[in-house]
Structure formats: C-alpha cells, structure tokens
C-alpha cells in the first residue's frame, strides 16, 4: 500500500510539472460505497491520465476494509424543508435555529429564480426577503412564514424590503427583560459581508413575533457584519460571537462581545482570531462549562484553502487556544460550521463539502469537547448538488435525533429542475457512537 501511495505520489508530481495535471492543494481520495471524489480543482486532459488513475483507485479500494464514513444503513432521513418552482430559497446559517422538544423554528433566504444573475447563486437579488420555517413534529412537516409580517422590517443584506416600507434601526432604550425565558430568540442582520453595520430583533414568544430593528454597535473595529450565533449566560448576560471586518475593511476575524445588562451595553470580551490574508466568520459555539467555551470557525487561508477551524477558552473567553481543526477541507468556497452540544455528552459539527462536481453533507463527532474529532461521516451524496450549497444549522429534538437544515439543489442530475431549496438531513447519533 505504502508503496502504491509513493507511486501515485510521483506520477501526480510528474504531470503537474508538464502541465498536463493543473491541482491544486493535492489529490485527496475519498472512497466508500463506491464512490470517488477528487477533492478541489482536479483536471485531467487525457484518457490514459483517467484509466492510470482510475486503475489507482480501484487497488486501494479492493486492497482495504476502511469505509469513509457513508450512512449506510444508519437510518438516515432527507426531507424538503421549503421548495417552490420558479424560486430560489438559501443560507439557513446566516439565520437562526431554535428548538423546544419537537418544536423547531429556523430562518432563510427566499427569492425568485434568476438563472442570468452574475456569479454562483442564481436568484434576483431585488427579491430576496427573509423567511421562517416552523416545525411542531419533529422536522417532518414545515410551515412558512414571512418575516416582515412578524415585526422583521429593516433592510438587510439579502432582505430587499422598499425604501417606502422599511423601517431604520434604532438604539435599544429599554433592557431585555429575561434571556433566560424559554421564549426568548435573538437574530442579527446585516448591511454587507465585510463592514456592516448589523442590527438585531428579540422575541419573548419563541419568534411568533419580533422586537427591533436595534442598532448593533461597532465596538470601534473596523465595522460589524454579523450572523447569529450567541450564548445565553444569565438573566440579563448574553455573549455574542461576532465576525467584524479586518483593517482594510474586508472580510473578516472572529471576536467575543457581551452585555450584562439586557442589550443596552456591549464590550468587546477579545479577539479570537489574528487578522490574516483570508478571513475567518460565520463562528458556530458552544458553552462547555461556566469558563470554557468552545467555537468552530469558516476559514479562508491567504493562499485560497476553505476549511473549519476550532478555538477553547478556558477563562469565559478572556484568552483563546487553537485547536486542531475539525474540518480541514471544506471544498470549493468552503462552508460554515453547525456545532451542537449532544445530550449524551458528545459534539457534533456538521458541514457541507461544495464541489461542482457534487456537493456533500457530512458530520463529526468529539467525545473530548472538540479537542479531538472522529472520522468523516457522509450523510449525503451522490443526488447532484453542484456547490451552490450548504451553510447549515443543527439542533437536536426531544428523541435525541439530530436535524440538520441547510440548502441544496439536484442541478447535476439530468433533467432535473435549477431551483435551490432548504432541505434537512434527520438521523440518529446513537447510530455513530
């Protein structure tokens, strides 16, 4: 096998040194249920490159008994969330997940199909609003609400509303009374993804209705764009996971902020990435204890590598340690973590691998608090996604089965329909241990 793997080794360095075999950052094979995927940009330009390889692949796979983390036979569940002809709905992690027994409530994008619209994501921008699914089974079944009609009236990144049927956010004058109240939800909107500014909405009723526009404050950095990811510590203290821009006012590093009197004031606790030639956002955390905390990060590298990274606080926030990284690869554009403390003491992060070759929903599991992560474990593949894809959200219902929500599309398959759509993965963790 060792052997093997030096041949392969030599004959990739050989025809990338001719030119006939354009990779980058490697040749990483991934193999199980009779699948193979060429991770990042993977070119080959002759017939005889495609047979020597092909060759390769199917030694290794005949010469070992490791399955990469295919759900097979795991009892595993893909269903619909939101799907409409002629739309294009997306980027649940940009929202919110929230959870009361088998009551789930998560935010998205909606807007009409657009396939002349420049870039990756086919929709007509001038369309784009937010929306809410709501659950009362468990994830089978989902009603859709507007946001504006619930109280969500301020523009925002990806939620066109009319200059004549906006509203401005404003500063917040009175306290929240109770962020500890099963009802209680906090989102957070922006104006662009590098500077900003962000704002925010409340509920008490667990988003039957929201409080807002308020203006979230910069801090003196560079300027806020912020999801939603927070951490409810006390009756009137909530920490916030922000991504705020870097110095030339791009895209962006990861802080702690916290208020201790109901929203009215908030510090900047600290840092918890350096400011690089990429960028890190999108952070996904948890609490581990009343010190440590724990926080998985989207991260770009200067050199273009999208991957997830991890950092551990041992003093409520105050200093950050690096760990190793959960996920180190994440594909073509990368994607952001879902990370979910399990009732059985494990974590749980789940990602979306994007390729236009067929995008992927996977998961990880620590047993040590994310110092260490377990094996890849592919939930879904193989129903062509192209890599207009992914950015999850996780919660866990009442039966400890985990839902993951994020978006996805079929466009690869032949004759199948261009339109993105929210869809959730349902399985059981006790199915992985």
């Known amino acids: 096998m060792v052997k093997l793997w030096l041949y392969i080794i030599l004959w990739t360095k050989k025809r990338v040194q001719k030119g006939t075999l354009p990779l980058q950052y490697g040749i990483h094979l991934q193999?199980?249920?009779?699948?193979?995927?060429?991770?990042?940009?993977?070119?080959?330009?002759?017939?005889?490159?495609i047979i020597i390889l092909l060759f390769a692949v199917i030694f290794i796979q005949s010469s070992t008994d490791v399955v990469y983390g295919q759900s097979n036979g795991k009892g595993v569940e893909h269903i619909k969330v939101f799907y409409e002809p002629g739309m294009y709905a997306g980027w649940p992690a940009n929202h919110g997940i929230w959870t009361w027994n088998n009551e789930i409530l998560i935010g998205f994008v909606e807007a009409s199909y657009k396939s002349t619209n420049r870039g990756l994501h086919t929709y007509d921008v001038s369309t784009a609003k937010n929306k809410y699914a709501r659950s009362l089974n468990g994830g089978a079944t989902w009603k859709i609400t507007d946001a504006y009609e619930i109280g969500q009236k301020a523009w925002g990144h990806d939620n066109n509303i009319p200059p004549k049927e906006a509203i401005k956010p404003i500063l917040m004058a009175e306290p929240i009374e109770d962020f500890t109240d099963p009802g209680f939800l906090l989102t957070f909107l922006r104006h662009n993804n590098n500077d900003g500014p962000s704002h925010y909405y409340y509920s008490s009723d667990k988003g039957t209705s929201w409080k807002g526009a308020f203006e979230f404050p910069n801090l003196g950095t560079p300027g806020i764009a912020n999801r939603t990811d927070y951490i409810v510590d006390g009756k009137q203290s909530l920490s916030v996971f922000v991504t705020t821009a870097k110095s030339n006012k791009k895209e962006g590093r990861v802080a702690l902020v916290r208020t201790n009197n109901g929203g009215l004031a908030w510090e900047l606790v600290s840092w918890i990435t350096p400011e690089h030639g990429g960028f890190d956002i999108m952070p996904s955390s948890i609490r581990i204890s009343e010190t440590e905390l724990l926080t998985t990060i989207r991260t770009r590298t200067e050199d273009g590598l999208d991957l997830i990274c991890s950092y551990r606080s041992n003093d409520n926030g105050k200093t950050w340690r690096r760990l190793k990284d959960p996920a180190p690869y994440t594909g073509s554009a990368g994607s952001p973590p879902a990370l979910i403390k399990?009732?059985?003491?494990?974590?749980?992060?789940?990602?979306?691998?994007?390729?236009?070759?067929?995008?992927?929903?996977?998961?990880?599991?620590?047993?040590?608090?994310?110092?260490?992560?377990?094996?890849?474990i592919t939930l879904r593949s193989g129903d062509g996604a192209n890599r207009d894809a992914g950015y999850p959200k996780i919660t866990q219902r009442s039966d400890g089965k985990l839902v993951l929500v994020y978006y996805w599309n079929n466009v690869l398959n032949e004759n199948a329909e261009p339109y993105r759509y929210i869809a959730a993965t349902i399985f059981d963790p006790a199915e992985f241990e």
């Open 342 to 376: 399990l009732k059985d003491g494990r974590l749980a992060l789940g990602y979306i691998y994007r390729s236009k070759y067929g995008s992927r929903v996977h998961v990880r599991f620590s047993k040590d608090n994310g110092e260490t992560w377990d094996d890849e």
């Open 31 to 49: 193999l199980g249920m009779n699948k193979i995927y060429l991770r990042k940009h993977f070119n080959l330009y002759s017939m005889k490159n």
